[in-house]
């Protein structure tokens, strides 16, 4: 008897022990020590554990107040890119091609009536076959570097005197196949004016129009409606005045009629042809000049 007790207590205190490690953890404590807690208290722990976890903060620099205060009166850096511009652009050449120191505005559509801004560096202006009417003192006011002007073929019919004043480097300008009918003042400078086929009469060109032009070497007056010829400079080395109502000319015109020594070395071509005008009638009148006139004559 007292060996089956013996054995019913080795089979029945295992048991019991395995059934509570069922249920229960082992948790280590500090110093080695073991605490036997409940599985549920444990899951209870571990929520509120986790709950209670916060997330990191970000760590934000603090400013250094005494360098800020050092660097705000400070003027920001400019990129190294950065350009300069200048206060004062240039003028635009609408409906023109413009080159260095070229622009090329001829028989532009829509249709040009008036002359358009001009960059300030434009040396040479080409706007024929336009429909321009009328120059300004405004114009060319600015443009200082200028020597040469081409305004052929336009329907130009004023030009104030001050137009081209400011201009003291043209030196080439043509308003030919035009509706003038009086020429302006014109730049001290001029080597070249061709006034080709426009409605000048003599009253529309004044007595003094070429006599400060010491440079003046080519001047072509031909189909206008002029009745004399007027006052021309020394330097003079071509001028054509050919298909005008001239009638009469002097020993005054080309020559010194109080000097039969005087020789005009400097010209070198006359056209009167297509006028009211015998030569055959002033034999004296080109006894100065290298050559007669060329031309057809009656």
């Not at 001047?219 to 330097?235: I, Q, S």
Request: glycine share 4%.
């Amino acid at each position: 008897m007292l060996n089956l007790r013996i054995l019913l207590f080795f089979f029945t205190v295992p048991w019991m022990f395995c059934g509570t490690a069922r249920n229960d953890k082992l948790v280590p404590r500090i110093r080695g020590i073991l605490k036997i807690i409940d599985h549920e208290e444990l899951i209870s722990e571990t929520s509120t554990f986790m709950e209670q976890r916060k997330p990191k903060k970000k760590v934000v620099p603090t400013p250094d107040y005494e360098s800020l205060d050092n660097t705000v009166d400070q003027p920001k850096a400019e990129s190294p890119g950065a350009d300069n511009k200048d206060d004062e652009e240039l003028p635009t050449c609408l409906m023109c091609v413009c080159l260095t120191g070229s622009v090329y505005c001829e028989d532009v559509s829509p249709d040009m009536t008036t002359v358009p801004p001009l960059p300030k560096e434009t040396s040479y202006l080409y706007a024929r076959f336009n429909k321009i009417t009328k120059i300004t003192g405004k114009d060319f006011g600015d443009i200082v570097t200028l020597r040469r002007i081409d305004l052929s073929g336009n329907l130009i019919s004023e030009i104030e005197d001050g137009a081209f004043s400011k201009l003291t480097q043209l030196e080439e300008l043509s308003l030919a196949e035009n509706k003038l009918v009086k020429l302006p003042m014109l730049p001290a400078k001029l080597m070249s004016l061709n006034v080709n086929h426009n409605q000048l009469k003599t009253k529309g060109v004044k007595a003094n129009a070429f006599k400060k032009l010491s440079k003046l070497a080519y001047l072509y007056l031909g189909d206008n409606e002029l009745e004399a010829v007027p006052p021309l400079p020394e330097n003079l080395r071509v001028v054509h005045l050919h298909n005008n109502n001239i009638t009469t000319i002097t020993d005054e015109t080309f020559c010194k009629g109080n000097n039969t020594h005087y020789i005009r070395y400097n010209m070198l071509e006359v056209r009167l042809d297509g006028n009211p005008l015998m030569l055959a009638q002033y034999p004296n009148s080109f006894i100065c000049l290298r050559s007669l006139p060329i031309g057809h004559y009656k």
